[in-house]
């Protein structure tokens, strides 16, 4: 893995977005797919404290085989499209402590459908040398037409006429999400392997339990504290 200082100013933040731009690659170019990884951070809205999971399961059978959290506490201020720097320090943590690495990391956030093509599934997968998919409940920029109510339907997301991800509807009749490139994977084949874990709900199954992991963590550490502290 790669990295940098993280406290960091909102200006220097899209300076090493940009400055890691040129290092994406968006073609496939991971080992044979085995295992695929949700990466979600929850927020105790009460305090500064966040929690990263990562869930890995195996693929194509979906089956969870390990799960990694990482407390910590949330210095950089949400700012759209620097989702990264917010949710970057726990992501390295809880990644770093995997015994088993998935080849492909699934983010809750945007790859490359993002102003400076540098969302948080791109420039993470570049820092932790790994294939990565971002896909988002909404959209942050472009534009795209709604896709057919058919499960598989997707349209092109543009942004000054290119395209940069798809809408695609993952349940028939139900909103699509927002797939795009992170970093060694092409759009055909995030698309693919999003539909895959998507065999019962809208969002990829990696990504959905790390999502409720995450925030039962949270819940669960923040009611301890409470039963712990003053009377």
Known sequence: MTGHRWDVSPK?????QEGLRSRRILTDSFDPLTH?????????LKSDLGCCAIAVFSYPHLCLQEVSRV?????????????AFRE????????????????ILLFDGHGISHPRGMGIATYMGILLECASIGCAKTLLTG?????????????????????????????TGVNPVFVSQGHRVSLDTSVEICLACTPKYRIPEPLRAAH???RQAVRSLASHDRHDGPS
Do not use: N
Request: net charge positive; with cysteine; aromatic share 8%.
């Open 12 to 16: 220097e933040a899209r300076s090493l």
């Open 71 to 83: 407390f910590g506490s949330i210095r950089f201020p949400y700012i759209p499209g620097l989702l």
């Open 88 to 103: 970057g320090p726990l992501v390295k943590q809880a990644f770093g402590q995997l015994t088993i690495r998935p080849e």
């Open 212 to 214: 409720l992991m995450a």
């Open 36 to 44: 695929v990884g949700g990466v979600d951070v929850a927020y105790d």
């Open 143 to 171: 534009t795209f037409e709604d896709p057919a109510p058919k499960r598989g339907s997707a349209t092109p997301v543009i942004r000054h006429g290119e395209i940069v991800g798809c809408a695609l509807r993952t349940r």
